[in-house]
């Protein structure tokens, strides 16, 4: 009886409605309710623990539903920030199914192959983009017993039929009997970094060709010029009425001196 309750004060909104007595209880956990259910009477009334444990139903009705409409909403917001990451995210992303069938890509990896849209690289398949037939079988049969498949470098083939390496790294995502249901990948073009490390070989390479050659120059040089040294010694050398044997020194000098000045 709200006029002779003196525990707290009746609120003005019952009192302006002629409310006499009532029934009152919460939605929802006590540490965190979501509001308060109440039934309330212009007439004196005495509520049944019946009467208490109805509206205690009622109310645990109201907070379910409150909860899933509330995790509904954190789905979809949790949904549509994972497509955006999907969509914006520079590397390929793909989930494949063990035939070949692509159940899902992002645009990165459409424009890395090639495609002008998403849905026509899912209607091509994972067959299409391998270079080498059979190649992937050969990887899925390598990594069927693996948890994770860890940067592993394949050619694949775009739309235009160009070339390209691409680096793989991803998972294998098994059913409850241990069988695998599809492959779920990152995927990065490493076309333009290998070509620039075959090339950085080959200027290598080159570059101790040449020191090689250097160093057989080098070495020839000081041959002909100790040659020259020894012809030198042995000219002079030779007695007198045998000076008619001396070689010309002079001639040959010419042959080193342009090699050791190089």
Known sequence: DYAAERRFATPPLLTDHGARSGLTVVIGPAERPHGILGAHSRTGRAFTPEDARFAQTVANVLAAARDRHTMEDRLRTSEVNYRALVDRVSYGLYRSMPDG?????????????????????????????????????????????????????VDWVR???????????????????GDIEAYEMIVEDVTERRTLERQLRHSQKMEAVGQLTGGIGRDFNNILTTGVANADFIATSLPAQLAELRPPPRGLRPPATPGAER
Do not use: F, H
């Open 101 to 153: 069938r692509l159940l899902m890509a992002n645009p990165a990896l459409a424009e890395m192959l090639g495609y002008d849209s998403v849905g026509e690289l899912l209607a091509a398949g994972m067959e299409q983009v391998y270079a080498v037939p059979g190649q992937r079988a050969a990887l899925m049969q390598r990594y069927a017993d693996a948890d994770r498949i860890e940067r592993v470098e």
């Open 159 to 177: 739309k235009d039929n160009r070339p390209i390496r691409v680096q793989l790294t991803g998972r294998q995502v098994r059913n409850s009997a």
